[in-house]
Nanobody, 113 residues
Framework: QVQVVESGGGLVQAGGSLRLSCEAS?????MGWYRQVPGKRRELVAA????????NYADPVKGRFTLSRDAAKNAVYLQMNSLKPEDTGVYYC?????????WGQGTQVTVSS
C-alpha cells in the first residue's frame, strides 16, 4: 500500500520561511503540494512531473516558493520564503501514479501578521 508521509509546517511570522518535506513509499509520476483552507477546495501550490516533465506553480507563490525533487528518495521538498498570512492553511502532499492519487495526512502552516 502506498504511503505518503509529510513533515514540516508550523507557525511563522510574515516574511519568514518554512520547508515542507514529503516522501512516498514508491516511485510517483507526479508529486506536489496542495493547500486547503476551511470552506474552500484543495488547490495546487506546486507540483512536478517525473522524468523532466517540469514544475508548475500557482501564481501567488511564484518567485517565493521552490519545489525540488529527489527521485532516488521518492521525495519532494517545498521551500517557502517571504511567507504571507494568506499562505496559511493545511498543506497536503499529493502523489499520482498509474492514474491513482495518494495523499498525506496534511500539515498546518500558519503565518502570523
Amino acid at each position: 500500500q502506498v504511503q505518503v508521509v509529510e513533515s514540516g509546517g508550523g507557525l511563522v511570522q510574515a516574511g519568514g520561511s518554512l520547508r515542507l518535506s514529503c516522501e512516498a513509499s514508491g516511485s510517483m509520476f507526479i508529486m506536489g503540494w496542495y493547500r486547503q483552507v476551511p470552506g474552500k477546495r484543495r488547490e495546487l501550490v506546486a507540483a512536478t512531473v517525473n522524468s523532466g516533465g517540469g514544475t508548475n506553480y500557482a501564481d501567488p507563490v511564484k518567485g517565493r516558493f521552490t519545489l525540488s525533487r529527489d527521485a532516488a528518495k521518492n521525495a519532494v521538498y517545498l521551500q517557502m520564503n517571504s511567507l504571507k498570512p494568506e499562505d496559511t492553511g493545511v498543506y497536503y502532499c499529493g502523489a499520482t501514479q498509474a492514474y491513482r492519487d495518494y495523499w498525506g495526512q496534511g500539515t498546518q502552516v500558519t503565518v502570523s501578521s
